[in-house]
């Protein structure tokens, strides 16, 4: 799956003002057994999203109509538990490109950047304040500027400068993976050899 170029978005968002959301939670193990990206996207939340039969439970974010965009909202320690990597494929796959939390476990974090999903970190008071105008009219939109490391509540104008390690800022602005970004410098890879050579 070709990682999409990221610098600008504007979307409403889907809530899950809940804490500690683990990868278990996110893609059950039991889902985990295909080796590439595409697929894990209809198992996002699928014991949070199903019942036992397999029917939507109509109280849950991902399945209320109210609810849309590509934007994902968590509460604080998302992302905690196993280190899968399948967790930022099926977020990713669902259709969501940016996740935001006042939190975020380490691995997954790297995971979600390493597969072109943008893992925005807040603080708490900027995340209450998401939950409550989202709470309010669930067609408010957030906009993500990569490029200026800024996150907007679009509705009330409150603004948020979020810290991303520059390489991969670089890597998805560009819709580069670590393989995608050593290729767009070949050539100076191949000038480097040459002059060594020379010498």
């Known amino acids: 799956m070709p990682i999409e170029k990221f610098n600008i978005l504007e979307s409403t968002c ?21 080796t590439s990206r595409e697929g894990f996207g209809e198992n996002l939340f699928r014991d949070w999203r199903f019942d036992k039969n397999g029917n939507p439970k109509p109280d849950f974010a991902l399945n209320r109509p109210g609810y849309s965009g590509k934007i994902l ?8 538990g196993s280190s899968r990597e ?16 006042s939190f975020f476990a380490d691995i997954f974090k790297n995971n979600a950047l390493n597969n072109g999903l943008l893992p925005v970190q807040v603080s708490e008071d900027f995340l209450k304040k998401i939950f409550t105008e989202v709470d309010k009219n669930p067609k408010i939109t957030l906009k993500v500027d990569l490029e200026n490391q800024e996150i ?25 993976d670590d393989i995608d ?9 191949l000038a480097f050899e040459q002059l060594q050579n020379k010498t």
């Not at 909202?73 to 905690?80: D, L, M, R, T």
């Not at 509705?155 to 580069?176: M, P, Q, R, V």
Request: hydrophobic share 40%; aromatic share 14%.
């Open 14 to 34: 889907v809530p899950l003002p809940m804490q500690n959301i683990d990868t278990d939670q996110i893609i059950p193990a039991r889902f985990l057994k295909a």
């Open 73 to 80: 909202v968590g509460g604080k320690n998302f992302g905690s």
């Open 86 to 101: 399948h967790a930022a494929w099926a977020i990713y796959d669902y259709g969501f490109r940016v996740v935001v939390s």
């Open 152 to 176: 907007s509540l679009q509705s009330t104008g409150d603004t948020f400068h979020f810290e991303i390690n520059a390489y991969k800022k670089s890597c998805l602005l560009n819709g580069y």
């Open 181 to 189: 970004f050593l290729l767009s410098k070949k050539e100076k890879i």
